[in-house]
């Protein structure tokens, strides 16, 4: 009688557990990933939120952006910041974000290589900034410019700042490779810490942060980060 009450009892207890993963492995089955990244939780939606959070969590004011492509993240985050700077080398790219863009007072857009973009503005930068690095060529439709090793002059303009706490945001990270053709993740991660020895790397959604002086042990991942994510 003993026995079959603990078997009852662990029963009650490994059910909805054991039912937990099942529900997990048929509902992974059911949708794939592009269903689930567009319509149950919106990857692009998702990148801006991270973006933003860091924004709050960190009291930032300015978004410098490379490669603005269509302006969908400058006038999704146009709300959030006071100002944001962005780049498009593309003419075309340029000229039809600068009309989607024109309606935010507080964005300025230019068409100048992401290089010259950041001599031009690194020294009017005076406080903490979140720089999102996009302007590498990532796919048709997108700007190659004149190297494909865009980033590392960036992160070179960057390191020319005052402020060495920057927070700095590499969009389509899994593309820094060889078998890319693209500049190597090692020599990244090297430029960033030539900017501080400071900076802490995360990896989120195909993004790379680089955050500096945190007070907390992974305090991205425990602050920043929700907790409950649909891969």
């Known amino acids: 009688m003993k026995n079959k009450f603990f078997y009852i009892l662990a029963l009650i207890f490994f059910l909805p557990v054991k039912g937990f993963f099942w529900l997990n492995f048929i509902f992974f089955k059911i949708f794939p990933y592009y269903f689930r990244r567009t319509f149950i939780w919106n990857e692009t939606n998702y990148k801006y939120s991270l973006i933003n959070k860091v924004r709050s969590h960190y009291k930032i004011k300015n978004f410098v952006e490379t490669g603005t492509y269509m302006g969908d993240t ?38 100048l290589s992401s290089e010259i973009f950041l001599k031009k503005i690194i020294s009017k930068i ?75 790397f995360y990896f989120e959604y195909d993004m790379l942060f680089a955050i500096p002086d945190e007070k907390l042990h992974r305090q991205f991942y425990k602050e920043i980060i929700p907790h409950f994510l649909i891969r």
Do not use: M, W
């Open 74 to 111: 400058s006038f999704a985050l146009s709300s959030y910041f006071e100002n944001i700077f962005t780049v498009e080398l593309n003419k075309k790219l340029y000229e039809r974000s600068l009309k989607r863009l024109k309606k935010c007072d507080n964005v300025f857009c230019y068409n």
């Open 126 to 200: 005076n406080n903490q900034s979140i720089f999102f690095l996009d302007a590498h060529y990532s796919g048709p439709g997108t700007s190659k410019g004149s190297s494909t090793f865009s980033c590392l002059k960036e992160l070179k303009e960057i390191n020319k700042s005052k402020i060495k706490n920057h927070i700095i945001i590499i969009d389509d990270i899994s593309d820094f490779s060889s078998f890319e053709n693209n500049e190597k993740l090692s020599k990244i991660i090297s430029a960033l810490e030539k900017i501080s020895k400071k900076y802490k």
